[in-house]
Nanobody, 123 residues
Framework: QVRLVESGGGLVQAGGSLRLSCAASGRTFGSFYVGWFRQAPGKGREFVASISWNAGTTVYADSLKGRFTISRDNAKIIVNLQMNSLKPEDTAVYYC????????????????WGQGTQVTVSS
């Protein structure tokens, strides 16, 4: 089974930016939708955004629209999550995963989860 790999996390001050990347072990994402989720300590896994690899159609969590942007890089076969104006409450482990279900924000619809990348936003 394909395993996704996240990268790009780190420590950033409030108001700063980070760009996360998700790769599929050198393989294409094909007809899948690739999603980003996050999980803060003591909380459940929260949907962030998803993108159709073929069509580029995007879906965002309402609370994150305008600050986060998901995109795909066809040449590098990666999905990026650009995060701007970061807040301490954005601190979480960020995961990418894939699904064939258009528009889904349910983690149970996704598979091939990566190991996650830590994002810490200091105040």
């Amino acid at each position: 089974q394909v395993r996704l790999v996240e990268s790009g996390g780190g420590l950033v001050q409030a108001g700063g930016s980070l760009r996360l990347s998700c790769a599929a072990s050198g393989r294409t994402f094909g007809s899948f939708y690739v999603g980003w989720f996050r999980q803060a300590p003591g909380k459940g896994r929260e949907f962030v955004a998803s993108i159709s690899w073929n069509a580029g159609t995007t879906v965002y969590a309402d609370s994150l629209k305008g600050r986060f942007t998901i995109s795909r890089d066809n040449a590098k076969i990666i999905v990026n999550l650009q995060m701007n104006s970061l807040k301490p409450e954005d601190t979480a482990v960020y995961y990418c995963a894939r699904t064939r279900k258009y528009g889904s924000s349910w983690s149970s619809d996704f598979d091939s989860w990566g190991q996650g990348t830590q994002v810490t936003v200091s105040s």
